[in-house]
């Protein structure tokens, strides 16, 4: 086997990242060398390749369903928005400036050159590739400079499957709506269907499955069906449920319950920082994003931040800055990770991300940082709470001043990292709180802290295998219920010769 094919959507959320992480997960326990791809991705959650690049978090997800370490080859082109209309650019793994949407057209032909040596690389290096699209292959004002989607599959020649996302009504329109809008040479490439989250009785699905295929000629390649358990590693902030909760609480082991608000910062960067917290039993994560959320709390989260600065005047617009700062004031834990660290500090000197200038932190921590024009891209190790940690750092912020302040972590050669005072703690490390003897040290302190004297952190909740485990469970699901043989037909050779025309096609 050495081919390759492209998982597109009808939607954003669709399910793309998980349907390539599950048929990497198959494919590897097939003893297939496979590798993920995704030409262009456009997030904010991001980890570092063991090379000191920066890749898609999704990407390194799919990475280890393959068995195989984060490599910037994984993901070329990076965006990270920062506002509205801009992003910063990061190629190979390396920040390469700012563009907004309509400059960065005019770059879309070089990064395609990019985009495809690297594809090529791999197709030489392992014997299947399972590339991933970007939202979705029908952005008719966006495929004339599409590197992603269409464009990617008709550059490398790709078979096409089109996945949708039937929990959010209307499947069937959307993927006979994407398929009838894209031209001739690209519909010649989609090759099949895949419908995601089904709840229910096959059985009365499958007329409309039928109907499908003799409207498009293309047939469903399988059905995966909901499972509540897929909750962890998820691409954005919104896609966890409708009133704010991570993942699914379990009882507690003791008495009482520690309840944690995450802040949902409008440019939130790395949300899963918390999902470590949200598979403790007795512990509820909640995303929140107005002022009595944090009142009813016991510990307030503040996450990352791809827009620090602007990010913090929201907390001040919003009545959040003052709801955070009073939760501090009366002595109940507070935890700032990356951006939201920075943002305890007293004063944030922004002349790169935001060219603020300076501006006022929160006051909660006595030390000031400074941003600097080369990013922090480390993978470091270090001791805290007593307990061996890694994680990982993504900032342009440095902390240039810092008060009499314990560290939170120390590393090898006795450096200490993050701050430490009463209640409220920091650290640039994204990641340190999947190590699970540091995350349960520190749960007792922030139980101590709150006065949660009931509750008592489970001893057997082991994060890494939680992760593994899922992804288990969707090599499972395309095992059991997707047409694996047609799928390995696809990767050999390609998408079938004469599929049928679906009018109208793109617009012209």
Known sequence: MTGALLVAGTTSDAGKSVLVAGLCRWLAREGVRVAPFKAQNMSNNSVVTPDGGEIGRAQAVQAAACGLEPSVRFNPVLLKPGGDRTSQVVVLGRAVGEVSALSYRERKAELLR???STLDSLRNDYEAVVCEGAGSPT???LRANDIANMGLARAADLPVLVVGDIDRGGVFAHLFGTLALLDPADQALVAGFVVNKFRGDPALLEPGLHQLKALTGRPVLGVLPWREELWLDAEDSLSYSADGVIGRPKPPVGEQWLRVAVVRLPRISNATDVEALACEPGVSVRFVTEPSRVADADLVVLPGSKATVTDLAWLRETGLADAIT???RRGLPVLGVCGGFQMLGTRIEDAVESRAGTVDGLGLLDLDVRFEPAK?????SGTAFGEPVTGYEIHHGRV????????????PDGVGEGALTGSVAGTHWHGLLENDGFRRAFLRWAADRSG???FTPAEDVDFAAARAAQLDLLGDLVADHLDTSAVRRLLDGGAPAGLPFVPPGAPT
């Open 452 to 454: 949660r004297d009931g």
């Open 139 to 141: 952005e008719i004002n």
């Open 114 to 116: 990019t985009v495809l």
């Open 326 to 328: 009073a939760h501090a």
């Open 400 to 411: 240039a001043r810092r008060g009499d302040l314990d560290t939170l972590v120390t590393l």
């Open 376 to 380: 922090t891209l480390h993978r470091p």
